[in-house]
């Protein structure tokens, strides 16, 4: 009962009545009851004891001169510093106690004088236990609210960092993970500027990969800004430090402090590193003055090491890109005379038969055969016939002049060119040109019974591929062209 529902210390209570007779009663039984009590003869005095330090319970004296019981209830309040405090009226029986207008100005209770010990012992207590459970109620209804609040706030951050990550792992692009990364934490921080900074150590610079900006007023100084290359946070960001600026005088360099002497804000600046180095930043910029608070700096950090993996992943992934491309494009070169293989010829051919095939256009094929090929092997040895095909491989290639034409290398000594959108006329050209080309290399072939150097025997075929057929009877038809040629004394394009 003596328990004061604000501090958890004794009651304290004010006493308010003209009558010292009265005053010095209920103050003196009061006390005796265990209470800590005050006590004023008036109401002016009485407003500005409350105002000063408020009581846990009022108990005021109806008639009074000056000032009423009633008028310093209405005053009280009205303000609500001490609206809420709870008043028992006094009042004798024979001064006309108006009992409903004591509750309608916002009393509590009343007591009648005399007074009865019990009685009074018993409002008091019992307004006091009503006001004790009234501040119980409100502090789990403001705990209750604060705990929704960090929960709505938790949450909130999850779902962001989730976006953040699922971003991260569907997608192999890091463009699109970095500018999810910095809207994201944009948004969840309330920050005026989120960058991912990248460090070129060669350059000695920094530059900004991705920004997010809801005030474009900053986004134009900040680019102005940072085409200036210093940026010498970097000492900081090498000691792999976390760090937030709330002062411009920290900031040494003359980039950040224009920036934050310009604005009024604190800086939160994360490194982001990649294999043990640093890569660059996350720097985050907030105007309005609230400190980063752990959890601000906690979730940057866990978007930084996402966005780590993230760098290392797109890393990774390019290499394999890389490496892939080689790998193809190795499976698809004949080795020795690097010009297309048989795998890539059969694939090439097939592809352009079906498209012309569609759009009702010619498609050509050259089958070539270098002349007594054999007995230049015999004569001069295998090296010297592998360096031949390759002089004539290549020869081949550098007398072809579109992007679409390609040579491969069809067998032992054989060549095969695919010419698309070519008629016979063009093809029989082609052919011939490179017939040319390959007796002007002027390799000596003493033992070839022909021009005593190397020459090409040519085969030309050329068909609108007709639907109901397949890519072979081009083949068949330039590998009889080809025979022919051989037949008539070699050297020479034949068509069939
Ligand atoms: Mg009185």
Not at 83 to 88: K, V
Not at 285 to 313: C, F, K, M, N
Request: include cysteine; charge should be negative.
């Amino acid at each position: 009962m003596y328990v004061s529902p604000n501090s958890g210390s004794r009651a304290d209570l004010l006493v308010i009545d003209d009558t010292l007779a009265n005053l010095r009663l209920l103050v003196n039984l009061l006390r005796e009851n265990g209470y800590k009590v005050r006590a004023v003869s008036n109401g002016y005095e009485a407003l500005e004891t409350i105002q000063k330090s408020p009581p846990d319970l009022i108990l005021l004296d109806i008639l009074m001169p000056d000032l009423s019981g009633y008028e310093v209830c209405k005053r009280l309040k009205l303000d609500v510093n001490t609206q809420d405090i709870p008043i028992i009226f006094l009042s004798a029986l024979s001064d006309g106690l108006d009992k409903v207008k004591a509750f309608t100005v916002g009393g509590s209770d009343y007591i009648t004088k005399p007074f009865q010990v019990e009685e009074v012992l018993a409002r008091v207590k019992n307004q006091l236990t009503i006001q004790w459970h009234k501040k119980q109620l409100q502090l789990e209804i403001l705990e209750r609210e604060q705990a929704q609040e960090a929960l709505r706030v938790q949450y909130q951050r999850e779902q962001a960092l989730n976006r953040v990550i699922r971003s991260i792992r569907n997608s192999l692009e890091i463009s699109t993970v970095f500018s999810t990364a910095v809207t994201e934490i944009g948004q969840l921080l309330q920050a005026d500027w989120v960058a991912i900074v990248q460090h070129f150590s060669q350059h000695r610079s920094w530059q900004p990969i991705v920004e997010y900006f809801p005030n474009s007023d900053l986004a134009k100084l900040v680019n102005a800004k940072l085409s200036s290359p210093r940026y010498l946070l970097t000492e900081r960001l090498k000691l792999l430090q976390t760090f937030c600026v709330e002062n411009p005088q920290e900031i040494l360099d003359e980039f950040n402090q224009d920036l934050v002497e310009q604005y009024p804000r604190i800086w939160l600046q994360i490194p982001v590193y990649s294999d043990g180095e640093v890569w660059g930043s996350l720097s985050i910029v907030r105007h309005h003055s609230v400190p980063w608070s752990e959890t601000d700096v906690e979730l940057a950090v866990v978007v930084t090491d996402q966005l780590a993996i993230a760098i290392g992943q797109s890393q990774l992934y390019q290499q394999l890109h890389q490496v892939n491309q080689e790998l193809e494009h190795l499976a698809n070169l004949d080795g020795l005379t690097q010009v297309a293989n048989r795998r890539r010829f059969d694939r090439v051919l097939e592809q352009e038969w079906l498209r012309l095939r569609r759009e009702k256009l010619p498609l050509s094929l050259i089958l070539a055969d270098i002349d007594y090929f054999k007995l230049y092997n015999d004569t001069y040895g295998h090296l010297a016939g592998d360096d031949c095909l390759r002089q004539v491989a290549q020869t081949i290639h550098q007398t072809l002049k579109r992007p679409a034409d390609v040579v491969a290398r069809y067998g032992g000594e054989e060549f095969a060119v695919i010419l698309p959108n070519t008629s016979l006329p063009g093809a029989l050209q082609v052919a011939e040109h490179i017939r040319q080309a390959v007796f002007n290399l002027q390799l000596t072939h003493q033992a070839s019974p022909g021009k005593g150097v190397i020459t090409l025997s040519l085969g030309v075929s050329s068909l609108i591929p007709p639907m109901d057929e397949e890519q072979q009877i081009l083949i068949q038809k330039a590998d009889q062209a080809l025979y022919k040629a051989k037949k008539q004394g070699k050297n020479i394009v034949c068509k069939l």
